[in-house]
C-alpha cells in the first residue's frame, strides 16, 4: 500500500510542478493576450461609439448647412420674382407710355393731314365760287333763271366734291 501512497503523492507533486510550469509558461501568455484582446476590442467599441458621435454632429452640421443654403435659396427666388415683377411692371408702363405717344403721334398727323384737306377745300371751294360768280357775272338773267344757275352750280358742286 505504500506504493499507493507514494505514487500518489509523487503525482500530487507532479501535477502542482506542472500546473506552476503552465502557469507560467501557458497561462500568463494566454491570460495577457486575452486582456490585450479585450483591451483591443473596448478600444474599437469606443472609437466605433466616438466615430457615431462624430457622425450625429456632423450630420447635424450638414442639415444645418442644407437648411440654411434651402433659406437662402429661396430667398434668391423671392428676390428674383420681385425683380421679375418690377421689371414687368416698367415694361408694361413703358409700352403703355409708348403706345399712348404713338396715338398721340397719329392724332397730331390725322388733325395735320384734316388741316391740309380743309385748306385744299377751302381753295377749291374759292376757286368754284369764283368761277359760278364769272358765269353769273357775264349772264343777265331773271328770277327762274337765278335759281336754275344756282341749282346747276350746286349740282355742279357736289358732283366735284364727290370726285374729289
Do not use: C
Not at 26 to 32: A, N, Q, R, S
Not at 41 to 52: G, H, L, T, Y
Not at 129 to 158: C, H, P, Q, T, W
Amino acid at each position: 500500500m505504500l506504493d499507493f501512497s507514494v505514487t500518489f503523492v509523487i503525482t500530487i507533486i507532479n501535477i502542482t510542478v506542472l500546473f506552476f510550469v503552465l502557469r507560467k509558461i501557458l497561462f500568463k501568455p494566454v491570460t495577457k493576450f486575452m486582456a490585450e484582446r479585450a483591451k483591443r476590442v473596448q478600444d474599437s467599441i469606443d472609437q466605433a461609439q466616438q466615430d457615431k458621435e462624430a457622425a450625429k454632429a456632423l450630420l447635424a452640421e450638414y442639415e444645418g448647412k442644407l437648411k440654411k443654403a434651402d433659406d437662402e435659396a429661396r430667398e434668391i427666388l423671392k428676390t428674383a420674382r420681385e425683380e421679375a415683377e418690377r421689371q414687368s411692371q416698367l415694361i408694361i408702363a413703358e409700352g403703355k407710355q409708348e403706345a399712348q405717344d404713338e396715338m398721340n403721334s397719329a392724332l397730331k398727323q390725322i388733325e395735320a393731314e384734316r388741316q391740309i384737306a380743309l385748306s385744299k377745300f377751302k381753295l377749291e371751294a374759292a376757286a368754284l365760287v369764283i368761277a359760278v360768280s364769272a358765269k353769273l357775272a357775264a349772264k343777265d338773267f331773271s328770277g327762274d333763271d337765278s335759281r336754275r344757275y344756282i341749282s346747276m352750280m350746286l349740282d355742279e358742286l357736289s358732283a366735284q366734291k364727290g370726285n374729289g
